[in-house]
C-alpha cells in the first residue's frame, strides 16, 4: 500500500496535470472493468463521474 510520502514523491517527479491526467483515466479503466467483468453499471457510473470531475480539475489547471 502506498503512502503519503510515495504519492509526495511522485508529484515530485510529475506535474500536477500529468497526475490528473493519469487519475481520470484510471477512473474511466476502473468503470469499464467493474462494467464489463461484474456488469456492476451502478459503480461504474459512479467512477465514471469520478472520472469527468478529475478531468474538469485537470483542465482548468491546464489553464492557470
Known sequence: MYDKEDIKAML?????VDVLRIMSQICYEKAEYLRTDWQDN???RA??????????????????
Do not use: H, Q
Request: glycine letters at 4%.
Open 42 to 44: 451502478e459503480t461504474a
Open 12 to 16: 515530485d517527479n510529475m506535474s500536477f
Open 47 to 64: 467512477w465514471e463521474k469520478v472520472g469527468r470531475a478529475v478531468a474538469r480539475i485537470k483542465i482548468k489547471t491546464e489553464l492557470y
